[in-house]
């Protein structure tokens, strides 16, 4: 079973990094985590400042705790125990960073990143501001198209997520979205990243496992 799924996955990542190529950003895979993690760290200069985007994927993947251990200078408004003040401007913070980590909901088969934020904090740092963009995404994130990829994101990706933040939304209680409009509603803004932003330096590295939400 193990082999068939190897296959399968380094067949669709190659599709899609061939695509993503074609939409002009860069673009790696690496079928497991110690390789990708090698590769990833070489991307970051030495003395850069360093933000996370809401990624459990960075979190699965110790990359946290890697970069601050390095020595970087990290802006991470994940840490628990923020005060909110302390969490926005970290935000704001990373939205300027020298390097920029994250991941993606979904990856189409085409070369699109589509992607649901309720702040709208995360993808404003994918499409410009920070010098470097790194974004990380495990083989579950690659989706044939962007209907498929906002299907994704209603089943797996969005109830994770409002249970991993403890908010009251009824997707906790359902585990789909239901589309809900109360205040605490964290699938409020969607974009379709279709091809690479002219000012942006975006590279993508997708790994054989499961990794994120």
Known sequence: MKEFKTWHHDTLAARVVEALKKNNFNAVYFPNRQEAINYILSLVPAEATVGIGGSWTIRELGLDDMLEQRGHTVYNHNKPGLSPEVSLELRRKELTCDVFFTSTNALTLDGQLVNVDGTGNRVAAMMFGPKKVIVIAGVNKIVRDVQEAESRIKLYAAPPNNKRLNRPNPCVQTGTC??????????????????????????????????GF
């Open 178 to 211: 239901m589309d809900c409009q109360g205040p605490t509603r964290i699938c409020n803004i969607t974009t379709v990243l279709r091809k690479k932003p002219s000012l942006t330096d975006i590279n993508i590295v997708i790994i054989g496992e499961e990794l």
